[in-house]
């Protein structure tokens, strides 16, 4: 049976064990992705460890945030995929309206820059978060990432917000004032209300209706953990992975500081301030001669450190004496098998941790790779983020059709969103050796053809203008898979033969401007025109050749 929501004994109860759990676990997540509060997770080596190897490690820890930025750059993938769409469901006046407001959701940002920019870091650190759509100071509508430590108590369903109470604040202009306030939303209003002591009461006057008729804030995990009835986030899998990798490095560092520079070793020689004998002859206040320790060699009698400009005399050895030359000095070199062993299990580590991650093996050596077999090798990455750019859609989704209810004052308003799952996994040169081998064994045309636009998109992918007047260049050749002997030999002739046959040359002297900013009908007109002068010049050069 549902339980009646009821703020004043949530509030009494304090912060639920659920969002108390939540807020630790972001704790974990954070200190990994981010390194912030590292050093609180510093393990301690009791019995294996002195405690000056203890606080040189805390002194050096290095975090794991630069692994954590290698493992997640494939979420970039999810806002530069091809493909997707958003349907506004809107006539044309008022689709102006509502593109208006969700131009500037926040910072002067659009939903899928603000996701990408704001949501995605929170997606992994704070998957039991909210996304929210709020009123600030000036009365506008803003964007908010409302994080597990500013949750009091909420109840949901699914990623859904049914009720929430936040965390309490207090008066900032009043230090006399000790109450706490506690904001709370549900389906009907939004409200205030106020503990004082072990009374807590409703501010009557904070009440106000919810015209949306839900909470606009949306739950940023997407796998739901029963046992600790909490969303995990995507790193969850490598937590384990990535403390020991804390450890390791930590541990290295240590070493390498303790252990990895060169002992340097000679013979004794004497000291030349004392001669070896450890004492010098000085005079005292009353003038006499004493022997006082030497200031040089600490009465060591021996050198305890060389200049680079110090001479050693070595005896020229008889006919059966051992040559010392060069072995009176020299370094004793730290263990290199050690220190390649703490590599090769930190970078083991990393790429098990991006293979757990993402189901496929990471290496810095494809060389023997076949681009098939690369192919076959990022399609677990590929499926993987599929599952998570179906979250960042209902997101993006959830918060046009929140926008746009209000915008429009439409509480029954509905957009549909839906995120491209074409990424670009592959390198240009992968693509095109595939596009080489279908080309060879005959594949169908269609499949050629999709290779070939992949190829662009993989070489282009950081520039869409680029890519873009490719593609239209590109659909101006009558027969773009065929060379212009294989086109005449088919029978072609007249304007569609020259078109292929002058197809390069027009390309060559069009100007940027007319590549970019010409329309694909504006092209294949302009093409069409510099066939016609090209024939018209010839017939005329063959005119006056026969004059």
């Known amino acids: 049976m549902q339980q009646t929501f009821d703020p004043i004994a949530l509030i009494k109860e304090g912060v639920s064990d659920r969002i108390s759990k939540a807020i630790r676990y972001s704790k974990e997540l954070n200190m990994h992705v981010t390194g912030l509060g590292v ?64 131009s500037d959701i926040s910072d002067g940002l659009d939903i899928k820059t603000y996701l990408k920019k704001k949501v995605k870091a929170q997606y992994v650190i704070d998957p039991n978060g909210l996304v929210m759509i709020d009123i600030d100071n000036e009365g506008n509508l803003d964007t908010r990432i409302i994080r597990s430590s500013q949750i009091h108590y909420y109840n949901n369903r699914g990623n859904k917000i049914k009720e929430i109470i936040f965390a309490p604040y207090k008066d900032d202009t009043d230090d006399k004032d000790t109450k706490e306030y506690y ?88 000291c030349t301030t004392c001669g070896g004998e450890g004492e010098i002859k000085s005079k005292n206040d009353s003038n006499a001669v004493i022997d006082i320790i030497c200031p040089t060699c600490l009465g060591g009698k021996v050198k305890n450190h060389k200049d680079a400009s110090d001479l050693t005399i070595v005896a020229i050895p008889d006919k059966d004496d051992p040559i010392l030359a060069p072995n009176i000095a020299g370094y004793i070199n730290p263990s290199i098998e050690i220190w390649q062993q703490y590599k090769e299990d930190i970078i083991g580590l990393k790429n098990e941790m991006h293979q757990t991650l993402w189901g496929n093996y990471f290496s810095e050596n494809t060389k023997n790779e076949t681009a098939t077999g690369r192919q076959l090798n990022v399609q677990p990455e590929t499926e993987r ?80 203008v680029e890519y873009q007047k490719i593609k239209k ?24 033969l020259l078109k292929k046959i002058y197809h390069s040359q027009w390309i060559n002297q069009l100007n940027e401007a007319k590549k970019v900013f010409m329309t694909l009908e504006e092209l294949n007109k302009d093409l069409t025109e510099y066939v016609i002068l090209k024939s018209i010049n010839n017939v005329k050069e063959v005119q006056q050749t026969t004059d």
Not at 74 to 81: H, N
Not at 82 to 95: A, E, M, T, V
């Open 385 to 464: 983020i599929v599952g998570i750019s179906n979250t960042f859609s209902s997101i993006h989704e959830f918060l046009l059709t929140a926008y746009g209810a209000i915008a429009l004052f439409d509480k029954n308003y509905k957009a549909q969103v839906k995120y491209g799952t074409r990424y670009l996994m592959e390198s240009p040169d992968e693509v095109l050796k595939r596009y080489t081998e279908a080309k060879e064994k005959g594949l169908p045309q269609l499949v050629q053809n999709d290779l070939l636009d992949v190829f662009y998109q993989t070489q282009h992918s950081n520039n869409n």
């Open 183 to 270: 904001r709370v939303i549900d389906s009907l209003t939004d409200s205030i209300y106020i503990k004082e002591g072990d009374e807590v009461f409703l501010d009557e006057s904070s009440v106000i209706q919810n015209f949306l008729g839900y909470v606009p804030a949306f739950i940023l995990g997407d796998t739901y953990d029963p046992n600790s009835e909490l969303f995990l986030s995507i790193i969850d899998c490598v937590l384990e992975d990535a403390n020991e990798h804390l450890r390791d490095v930590s541990v290295k560092v240590v070493h390498k500081l303790s252990h990895g520079y060169a002992k340097y070793w000679q013979y004794p020689e004497s």
């Open 473 to 496: 260049l590109l659909a101006t050749d009558p027969f773009p898979d065929l060379t212009p002997t294989e086109v005449k030999d088919l029978g072609v002739e007249g304007e569609d």
């Open 39 to 102: 050093e609180e997770y510093t393990e301690i080596f009791n019995k294996y460890e002195s405690l000056d190897n203890r606080e040189l490690r805390e002194e050096l820890l290095k975090s794991n945030k630069s692994v954590f930025s290698f493992l997640l750059r494939p979420l970039d993938k999810i806002f530069t995929a091809k493909g997707g769409s958003i349907s506004y469901n809107l006539q044309d006046n008022r689709l102006e309206t509502l593109k208006d407001y969700v």
